[in-house]
């Protein structure tokens, strides 16, 4: 058990340092609307997250040969993401509106949840990573 534990220690320290999409619109999110929104929006992407683990867990030999067999899912995914991000830049607003929307708009919580389990799901590097831990490491561990 202790060896496991000193496996997972340095997956642990790499995966504190990854820097996404989801990492920016988190921080986006926390700046412009506060903590319980971005706990709201972290929320749906530890959802997210727990779903790619149980893919990759129960379905790890046939999600491989599909990745592998087809490269389109990687475009597809990036196309996604490329969308995403053009919404966002597009949605820029003057700072004087942008003070005006803070203190007269309610937060979505739910729309927070949803685009952070969206956003986190939508991007299939997440998928190939738990994948990768679930094949790579997996085996190895007790």
Sequence with gaps: MLEDVQAAIPLGFFLSFMVGPVFFVLLQTSAVKGFRAALTFDIGVLLADILFILVAYFSSFQLLENLSNQPGLYVFGGVILLVYGATIIKK?????????????????????????????????????????????VGPSLD
Excluded at 94 to 121: D, I, Q, R
């Design 92 to 136: 820029k607003t003057p700072k004087k509106e942008m003070e005006t929307v803070e203190t007269t708009s309610t937060t979505n919580y739910l729309g927070l949840f949803v685009k952070g389990f969206l956003l986190n799901f939508i991007n299939i590097g997440v998928l190939v990573f738990w994948l990768g831990v679930i094949i790579i």
